[in-house]
């Protein structure tokens, strides 16, 4: 008989990790899906920062709708609603820097395959840092459209921290806010090292002969593999990990070579 010889080498190609959703919320939101009543305190973002010493936070208060100055500012709804020093922004509140902050935490995932995505707006402009690093900016006149941003990097394991440095111009009070659309995913656990081991590591066959492999996987959940033949169109190999030689086999000078993967 002519005899084949196949080295038994695998490639695990696990399906990439599962993502699930991150624990961040948009301004004016109770739970996602669920707005929070006008006048209400915004549990998921503080005003750390504050110019106005009558409204010096750290409470981040849902606005007033349907009263100046919504509009020109956007709409409250459906999926966010503007926050400020106070309910109340006809009048509005003193010039200067307001800082709101939110946290969400990263524990459980991995953070390089975090991703941030939402769109904002702000009276006036402002500055959005992701754990310190400028990640998105508006316009003076962000209050009457959106500004979309996307975040892909920058984050860390556990806690991360969004800050948006939201500057009231004038020379009087006069209307201020912020308004964040915002939702986050990332994979749920950090890649680990995955070490697989097949039986037997080598074989010889004759034509429609068939071997059995084996393969042991450590370091993941996920212990399935796929088996293939390369190159193709020499023998077969089933999900089992059965492999069958072809019913014949040409001759070669030198000894023929297939991978079982």
């Known amino acids: 008989?002519?005899?084949?010889?196949?080295?038994?080498?695998?490639?695990?190609n696990p399906p990439a990790p599962a993502t699930a959703p991150i624990a961040v919320y948009g301004t004016g939101?109770?739970?996602?899906?669920?707005?929070?009543?006008?006048g209400s305190v915004d549990g998921h973002y503080r005003l750390v920062s504050s110019p106005d010493a009558s409204f010096p936070g750290p409470n981040a208060i849902v606005v007033n709708s349907n009263v100046y100055p919504i509009p020109p500012w956007l709409p409250n709804g459906p999926n966010s609603k503007w926050i400020a020093p106070q309910a109340s922004q006809t009048v509005g509140n003193a010039p200067g820097v307001y800082t709101y902050r939110t946290t969400f935490d990263l524990t459980g995932f991995n953070?390089?395959?975090?991703?941030?995505?939402?769109?904002?707006?702000?009276?006036?402009?402002?500055?959005?840092?992701?754990n310190g690093t400028v990640v998105s900016t508006t316009v003076s006149a962000g209050f009457v459209s959106w500004t979309t941003f996307t975040i892909n990097t920058g984050f860390v394991a556990g806690l991360n921290t969004i800050d948006f440095l939201v500057t009231n111009e004038g020379g009087g009070a006069n209307p201020t806010g912020l308004r964040v659309d915002l939702s986050g995913q990332a994979a749920t656990a950090a890649p680990g090292t995955i070490a697989v081991s097949v039986s037997p590591a080598t074989a010889s066959l004759s034509g429609g002969q068939t071997q059995q492999f084996t393969a042991t996987v450590t370091g993941t959940a996920n212990t399935a593999v796929n088996w293939s033949i390369s190159p193709s169109g020499v023998g077969s190999i089933g999900a089992s990990g059965l492999y069958t030689a072809p019913a014949t086999i040409a001759p070669h000078p030198a000894r023929h070579g297939s991978s079982v993967r």
């Open 29 to 38: 939101v109770a739970t996602a899906g669920l707005l929070l009543a006008d």
């Open 111 to 130: 953070p390089a395959t975090a991703i941030l995505t939402g769109q904002w707006g702000s009276d006036n402009s402002a500055v959005m840092k992701l």
């Open 1 to 12: 008989d002519i005899s084949k010889t196949g080295s038994s080498t695998v490639t695990l």
